[in-house]
């Protein structure tokens, strides 16, 4: 699955999954242009793969239009940045609500629209990965705000692919459990809140960063030229039982 020659921009570059897939499609031969909220973790990409980097605040609209003009042209996109904060329906404020809907759902789409509409106009084909979570599925507990956006995420996975596939453009998301990064050991580090997780996936551990990354080159590269619309766990079998 080699993806050399292919400018490849990855939406929360900075750390956990986008830092590993930008060092994996780096890996691969991809020119990968970085983009994250905070500049001092771009620099350390940087300095560990050669790439470019943009720094935008995601929650903000206009500016996440601005970085995405900005990154183009690119090949293919990783929508992969997100944001959480725990809050039960009863207690998630209407401020937390609106800035993880607007990282986690929003942005994703303001991307996807530049990069669509200057892929479109070239007249090239390509292929977007959305960055979703098992979360999108399971109604968990405390995670009222997040679970939301990432089933809005998947409604926008389907309906990308169905109006983009048409021009070309194949788009999917990824869903993985519990991964191990800095957002998912804050939301998971009581064990008798990870331990019922555990017990429920047949691979019996969380899944690593690398391991969501192989699956979205995958998604990215020719050999996934039929698959579209496709919001594909990454689980360990989390959703057989």
């Not at 060092?23 to 350390?44: E, K, Y």
């Not at 983009?164 to 993985?176: H, Q, S, W």
Request: aromatic share 4%.
């Amino acid at each position: 699955m080699s993806l050399s020659g292919k400018t490849i921009l990855v939406t929360g570059a900075g750390k956990g999954i986008g830092w590993a897939t930008a060092v994996l499609l780096a890996g691969r031969g991809a020119r990968v242009v970085a983009l994250s909220r905070s500049q001092a973790d771009l620099d350390g990409l940087k300095a560990e793969i050669e790439c470019a980097t943009i720094a935008v605040d995601l929650a903000d609209g206009k500016a996440t239009r601005k970085a995405a003009l900005e990154a183009l042209p690119v090949d293919l996109l990783v929508n992969c940045a997100g944001t959480t904060e725990l809050g039960s329906v009863l207690d998630v404020a209407d401020e937390t609500f609106d800035t993880i809907m607007a990282v986690n759902c929003r942005a994703p789409l303001i991307v996807a629209q530049e990069y669509a509409r200057n892929l479109i106009g070239r007249g090239q084909a390509g292929a977007i990965v959305n960055v979703s979570s098992i979360s999108s599925f399971i109604g968990f507990a405390d995670h009222a705000a997040y679970c939301a956006s990432k089933g809005a995420l998947d409604a926008l996975t389907r309906v990308m692919a169905n109006e983009l596939g048409a021009k070309g453009i194949r788009v999917n998301a990824v869903n993985p459990v519990v991964t191990l990064t800095p957002m998912a050991e804050k939301a998971w580090s009581d064990p008798e809140k990870s331990g019922p997780m555990l017990a429920r996936i047949p691979l019996g551990r969380f899944v690593q960063p690398a391991e969501v990354a192989s699956v979205i080159a995958y998604l990215l590269s020719d050999d996934a030229a039929m698959v579209n619309g496709v919001c594909m766990p990454v689980d360990g079998g989390f959703m057989i039982r």
